[in-house]
C-alpha cells in the first residue's frame, strides 16, 4: 500500500521553471513561457505546489505597498478538484494577511470554476477589462476581483 503523499507549498527556484512553463502548457490555451517565468521569478513571488517532489502546481503574484495582485496560478490538469487551488489560493491570502490590506486578480469571465472558487473564499467582483484575454475566436472579458482584509 502507498503511503501518503508528501505535499508542501515552496519557494521557487530557476530549477523549476522548465516544469512550471510546461504545466502552465498543459493548463491553458495561451501560456506563458520559461522566459515569463524567469522574469517573474527575478521580480516577483513565486510558489510551487510540490507533491512528493513533482511540481502540481504554482502561483505567481506581486506586491507593491500594501496590495498583493494574483499574477498566475494554475495546478496540473490531472490533480484537478483534489483540493490543490483551494490550497494555493489559501496561502496566497494567508501570506499577505498583515503584508497587505487587499488582493487582486483577474479573471476569464467564462472560468466559472475559477471564479466559483474567488467567490467562496472572499474576492467580489469589482469590474470588467473589456477584450483582456485572447482566445481561439478574438478577445474575452476579465473579471477584476479584490479581497479586502
Known amino acids: 500500500m502507498k503511503g501518503k503523499a508528501f505535499t508542501l507549498i515552496r519557494p521557487a527556484s530557476s530549477a ?3 516544469a512550471i512553463a ?4 498543459q493548463s491553458t490555451a ?5 522566459q515569463q517565468f524567469s522574469e517573474s ?3 516577483h513571488r513565486m510558489f510551487v505546489l510540490d507533491i512528493d517532489g513533482a511540481i502540481a502546481g504554482y502561483l505567481v503574484y ?3 505597498l500594501d496590495e498583493a495582485e494574483l499574477l498566475n496560478i494554475a495546478v496540473a ?5 483534489r483540493g490543490h487551488g483551494t490550497r494555493l489560493l489559501e496561502y496566497f491570502i ?4 498583515g503584508v497587505a490590506t487587499r488582493l487582486l486578480l483577474e479573471v476569464r469571465h467564462s472560468n466559472r470554476a475559477a471564479i466559483d472558487l474567488y ?4 474576492f467580489v467582483k469589482q469590474g470588467v477589462r473589456k477584450g483582456y484575454y485572447p482566445t481561439s475566436y478574438g478577445r474575452e472579458d476579465a473579471w477584476m476581483m479584490v479581497y479586502e482584509y
Not at 77 to 81: H, I, M, T, V, Y
Not at 94 to 97: A, L
Open 16 to 18: 523549476d521553471i522548465c
Open 22 to 25: 510546461l504545466l502552465d502548457a
Open 30 to 34: 495561451f501560456p506563458w513561457c520559461e
Open 41 to 43: 521569478l527575478a521580480s
Open 62 to 64: 506581486s506586491l507593491v
Open 77 to 81: 490538469p490531472a490533480l484537478r478538484g
Open 94 to 97: 494567508e501570506t499577505n494577511r
Open 119 to 122: 467567490n467562496t473564499h472572499g
